[in-house]
């Protein structure tokens, strides 16, 4: 024990340090003294270790850890499925007539209604040729008209009378197209939503099939994903969900709204869709969202941090606190059998029980049956 070796050190310091002028006897004297001092001391600390139940020197030499509690707790393990938002209402307005853009009525995030005339094209040509329909056609209804009210008293020819008609709803049927055609040149909203973009310029011509502008609404949206066939069996209509947004730091929860039934045979994926509120428009269409799924959950499980287990040949084992046969705490070895892990947590399946101390900071290096000084224990 230290405390013998340093009565030792003492004695012989001592009879190092005498003179030649000591005599033999006198220095043996003094080395009995030292020798019951020592004894004296010694029968003390003897005395206090068995007091106190514990070897002081194992807590003065023991590896320090830290230890956790292990308690039955709430256990969950996910699935993280990557998604994208998209939306139903994301429309790219196109004209099918080629023509001249006029006037641009928007800027790009105006809110816009169903119908709202967007871009105008250039009409001066349809408008030329609706002002000689419309005087046409007056001058048809006339004749017409006359015609009728003489056929109606037996004057005149049956021929003459129906030409008169025959040119008045044709000449109906031309201002019709004519207006229709007009009207295409006022490029439209299809949907209530923002306007997003706007391709073209005033002056640039507006070819048929090219995107004038975009218009979306974003107040509801929906989150596509394709899923690994493997876990076909883990996600189902009306799970709940949590998507984290990690370009916005937010999270947010739904409802799975749809499982797809077929696996594309060249992916193996499955689709699946949720659908969302967006009322506060933070969501951004094509925004990556990251969908998790409860695939377990157990109420009532030991769970212990993932990084306190270790495998060795097959098995998994981590640490307890124990007692030696003097009472001093040592690391005792367990086998356990464990479950799922999920955020740095493994379920334990089969190893512990309720009460049970794990040893956490310090196991990696230590042995079964160690002495171990504990700094602090957590739940």
Same mark, same amino acid.
Not at 163 to 189: D, H, P, V
């Given at each position: 024990?230290?405390?013998?070796?340093?009565? #030792?050190?003492?004695?012989?310091?001592?009879?190092?340090?005498?003179?030649?002028?000591?005599?033999?006897?006198?220095?043996?004297?003094?080395?009995?003294?030292?020798?019951?001092?020592?004894?004296?001391?010694?029968?003390?600390?003897?005395?206090?270790?068995?007091?106190? /139940?514990?070897?002081?020197?194992?807590?003065?030499?023991?590896?320090?850890?830290?230890?956790?509690?292990?308690?039955?707790?709430?256990?969950?393990?996910?699935?993280?499925?990557?998604?994208?938002?998209?939306?139903?209402?994301?429309?790219?307005?196109?004209?099918?007539?080629?023509?001249?853009?006029?006037?641009?009525?928007?800027?790009?995030?105006?809110?816009?209604?169903?119908?709202?005339?967007?871009?105008?094209?250039?009409?001066?040509?349809?408008?030329?040729? +609706?002002?000689?329909?419309?005087?046409? +056609?007056?001058?048809?209804?006339?004749?017409?008209?006359?015609?009728?009210?003489?056929?109606?008293?037996?004057?005149?020819?049956?021929?003459?009378?129906?030409?008169?008609?025959?040119?008045?709803?044709?000449?109906?049927?031309?201002?019709?197209?004519?207006?229709?055609?007009?009207?295409?040149?006022?490029?439209?909203?299809?949907?209530?939503?923002?306007?997003?973009?706007?391709?073209?310029?005033? /002056?640039?011509?507006?070819?048929?099939?090219?995107?004038?502008?975009?218009?979306?609404?974003?107040?509801?949206?929906?989150? #596509?994903?394709?899923?690994?066939?493997?876990?076909?069996?883990?996600?189902?209509?009306?799970?709940?969900?949590?998507?984290?947004?990690?370009?916005?730091?937010?999270?947010?929860?739904?409802?799975?709204?749809?499982?797809?039934?077929?696996?594309?045979?060249?992916?193996?994926?499955?689709?699946?869709?949720?659908?969302?509120?967006?009322?506060? &428009?933070? +969501?951004?269409?094509?925004?990556?969202?990251?969908?998790?799924?409860?695939?377990?959950?157990?109420?009532?499980?030991?769970?212990?941090?993932?990084?306190?287990?270790?495998?060795? &040949?097959?098995?998994?084992? +981590?640490?307890?606190?124990?007692?030696?046969?003097?009472?001093?705490?040592?690391?005792?070895?367990?086998?356990?059998?464990?479950?799922?892990?999920?955020?740095?947590?493994?379920?334990?399946?089969?190893?512990?029980?309720?009460?049970?101390?794990?040893?956490?900071?310090?196991?990696?290096?230590?042995?079964?049956?160690?002495?171990?000084?504990?700094?602090?224990?957590?739940?």
């Amino acid at each position: 024990m230290k405390y013998t070796l340093t009565a #030792v050190m003492i004695a012989a310091m001592f009879l190092a340090g005498c003179g030649g002028g000591n005599s033999r006897d006198a220095k043996q004297k003094e080395l009995a003294k030292l020798t019951k001092e020592r004894d004296a001391l010694t029968a003390k600390i003897t005395a206090l270790e068995t007091e106190l /139940g514990k070897d002081t020197v194992s807590l003065d030499s023991g590896r320090e850890v830290t230890t956790v509690a292990v308690v039955n707790t709430q256990f969950k393990h996910y699935i993280n499925i990557q998604g994208t938002v998209t939306s139903d209402e994301n429309v790219s307005v196109t004209t099918d007539i080629g023509g001249t853009v006029m006037q641009i009525l928007v800027k790009e995030g105006d809110r816009v209604s169903k119908g709202q005339t967007l871009v105008v094209l250039d009409d001066n040509v349809i408008s030329k040729q +609706l002002e000689e329909l419309q005087v046409a +056609l007056g001058l048809a209804k006339t004749v017409y008209e006359k015609q009728k009210k003489l056929w109606d008293q037996k004057i005149g020819s049956e021929l003459q009378f129906l030409q008169a008609k025959n040119n008045f709803e044709a000449l109906q049927g031309k201002l019709a197209s004519a207006q229709a055609q007009q009207n295409r040149t006022r490029i439209k909203s299809p949907i209530n939503g923002t306007v997003d973009n706007i391709d073209v310029n005033v /002056g640039e011509l507006a070819s048929p099939g090219r995107q004038v502008l975009r218009v979306v609404n974003l107040s509801q949206l929906k989150i #596509v994903a394709d899923v690994a066939e493997n876990y076909i069996s883990n996600i189902k209509q009306g799970d709940s969900t949590q998507i984290d947004f990690p370009a916005l730091g937010i999270s947010k929860t739904a409802i799975v709204n749809y499982v797809g039934q077929v696996v594309n045979p060249i992916n193996r994926t499955f689709p699946v869709e949720i659908r969302l509120s967006n009322k506060d &428009n933070l +969501l951004k269409a094509n925004l990556l969202a990251v969908i998790q799924v409860v695939d377990y959950e157990n109420d009532s499980a030991m769970v212990v941090p993932t990084r306190f287990v270790t495998e060795m &040949n097959g098995e998994y084992m +981590l640490f307890l606190q124990d007692k030696d046969s003097t009472g001093a705490a040592i690391a005792r070895r367990q086998i356990v059998k464990t479950g799922k892990s999920y955020n740095g947590q493994t379920h334990i399946l089969e190893g512990l029980k309720e009460g049970d101390i794990v040893i956490a900071e310090g196991s990696r290096d230590i042995t079964d049956g160690e002495a171990i000084k504990v700094m602090e224990t957590t739940k």
